[in-house]
């Protein structure tokens, strides 16, 4: 019986070394199919790879067997949403059409069994990360996207890939502070009603209570893989292994 909701963010496949990346998708691919038996809705917050830039015609080569896995889930009646990381931004149709996802740019404000949900990759939420909200906006433009696909696949997706590892290099050594900005974002969106809010993208896991709403980060599969469920009013987080 499908009585749960489940969360993944932050997989960045593609990432690490060729035999890190067998066994992180062997896990991923273990667990879609777990999902495929419990999970009504599973939601991707973000940077399942750790870069994805889809071509007209053309997607990059590799982790067929997640696609797959992804393909089987939603022909088994789960459904699939997706809310684009500040990895793998650059989706076309391949993830609505070929694989039944239903894909966001924008976060996602959800009522499951009777709670609020806002949904979010994470990233841009910062307050005084205003440089990397400048570039964002860049490279969510729509008329530089289509500029850029006109590159050949191979440099194209040469230079994300490139400019992809600059951005975690960037994320990893830049000081925010002393307050964790994700969780101020999460405080706001509290105070204005919501239960739940569930991040990704700074890849410290993390559930905390305020007020009478949870925070929560999803971490990331990098180092120790997890997943939240929500499941008959409880959330959790759940280590996979």
Partial sequence: MKDSYLFISDIHLGLQSKEAEKDKERRLVR?????????????ILGDLFDYW?????VYQKGFFRTLAALQDLTESGTKLHYIIGNHDFLHRDFFGTEIGAKLYELPVETVIE?????LAHGDGLVKNDLGYKVLKTVLRNKAVQKLYSLLHPDLGIAIASSTSRKSRDYTAQKDYGEIDGMFEAAKEKIDS????????HSHQRAL??????YY??????LSKPCYGRFKDGRFSLVDWN
């Fill in 193 to 200: 009603g919501f239960d739940y809010v569930i991040f990704g």
């Fill in 31 to 43: 667990f879609l199919q777990a999902a495929s038996h419990e999970a009504r809705e599973l939601y």
């Fill in 53 to 57: 830039f889809e071509y007209r015609r």
């Fill in 114 to 118: 009777g709670k609020r949900f806002f």
């Fill in 216 to 221: 929560i980060n999803l971490g990331s599969w």
């Fill in 208 to 213: 905390e209570i305020y007020k009478n709403g």
